[in-house]
């Protein structure tokens, strides 16, 4: 018995969306190894780490968390710094708005909880080819659920072996999540406001190295968020009919 077409559209698009992930999610592997690693050797127990991959599911936040974490920073410099590092979906945020406007309520809150910089840069690149406001949820949902399941994977890896292999995190496999964040970063400078933040952002933050406790990186980010926002709203004061980008 044949699927209904809407149900095999459906499920098309959720399988296009974890396939065009494929790559992202080899690149995040060793990310999330690293970060189950980082768990065993701090206060937290293993359980804290999974859970945390679960319920936040932001790399970049959970091993700043678990660092402050060991480092017994209050709850208030936990919550403010990680709120910074993630300042940048606003930015994606806007970015995709357009695209996703339409949909319930539901869908958005859905797809808002499952967007990373891997998935939002597949989603991008996949909306860009169709006008606003003509694709549905399952192509953004299939990349993010992939993305997610793929997280949680590797979490429980790192966490299973970090504690037969202590020095699992020193083997430099760091150095894949930088790769794919080059690779998810330079295919979407193609507008001024991308170009902006990110020569922002990149500029501080090495002019800012010397901070203590990274809080040069923190404000570069902020910085970048700034750049990339003010000029969002500027493009779509004075073209509100061509932001399609």
């Given at each position: 018995?044949?699927?209904?077409?809407?149900?095999?559209?459906?499920?098309?698009?959720?399988?296009?969306?974890?396939?065009?992930?494929?790559?992202?999610?080899?690149?995040?592997?060793?990310?999330?190894?690293?970060?189950?690693?980082?768990?065993?050797?701090?206060?937290?127990?293993?359980?804290?780490?999974?859970?945390?991959?679960?319920?936040?599911?932001?790399?970049?936040?959970?091993?700043?968390?678990?660092?402050?974490?060991?480092?017994?920073?209050?709850?208030?410099?936990?919550?403010?710094?990680?709120?910074?590092?993630?300042?940048?979906?606003?930015?994606?945020?806007?970015?995709?708005?357009?695209?996703?406007?339409?949909?319930?309520?539901?869908?958005?809150?859905?797809?808002?909880?499952?967007?990373?910089?891997?998935?939002?840069?597949?989603?991008?690149?996949?909306?860009?080819?169709?006008?606003?406001?003509?694709?549905?949820?399952?192509?953004?949902?299939?990349?993010?659920?992939?993305?997610?399941?793929?997280?949680?994977?590797?979490?429980?890896?790192?966490?299973?072996?970090?504690?037969?292999?202590?020095?699992?995190?020193?083997?430099?496999?760091?150095?894949?999540?930088?790769?794919?964040?080059?690779?998810?970063?330079?295919?979407?400078?193609?507008?001024?406001?991308?170009?902006?933040?990110?020569?922002?952002?990149?500029?501080?933050s090495f002019a800012w190295q010397g901070w203590p406790y990274k809080l040069g990186l923190l404000a570069a980010v902020v910085?970048?968020?700034?750049?990339?926002?003010?000029?969002?709203?500027?493009?779509?004061?004075?073209?509100?009919?061509?932001?399609?980008?």
């Amino acid at each position: 018995m044949k699927a209904p077409p809407g149900n095999s559209t459906t499920l098309g698009e959720l399988a296009a969306g974890a396939r065009d992930t494929i790559p992202m999610m080899v690149g995040a592997a060793p990310f999330g190894v690293i970060f189950g690693t980082l768990v065993t050797a701090s206060p937290l127990s293993l359980w804290h780490g999974q859970l945390m991959s679960l319920a936040v599911f932001a790399g970049s936040a959970q091993f700043i968390a678990v660092g402050l974490i060991a480092g017994h920073a209050s709850f208030a410099v936990i919550w403010a710094t990680t709120l910074i590092v993630n300042l940048r979906h606003i930015l994606y945020s806007a970015t995709l708005a357009p695209y996703v406007a339409h949909l319930p309520a539901r869908w958005r809150w859905t797809l808002g909880a499952l967007m990373t910089d891997e998935v939002f840069a597949v989603a991008y690149a996949h909306y860009q080819k169709r006008p606003p406001g003509e694709t549905g949820p399952h192509y953004f949902f299939g990349s993010g659920l992939a993305m997610y399941l793929n997280w949680q994977l590797w979490t429980l890896v790192g966490l299973v072996f970090g504690a037969a292999f202590p020095g699992l995190q020193s083997l430099g496999l760091d150095f894949a999540m930088v790769a794919t964040f080059i690779a998810i970063i330079v295919p979407q400078l193609v507008a001024l406001r991308f170009v902006a933040a990110s020569l922002a952002a990149g500029v501080l933050s090495f002019a800012w190295q010397g901070w203590p406790y990274k809080l040069g990186l923190l404000a570069a980010v902020v910085v970048g968020v700034a750049v990339g926002m003010l000029l969002t709203m500027l493009e779509g004061r004075l073209h509100p009919q061509e932001r399609t980008q």
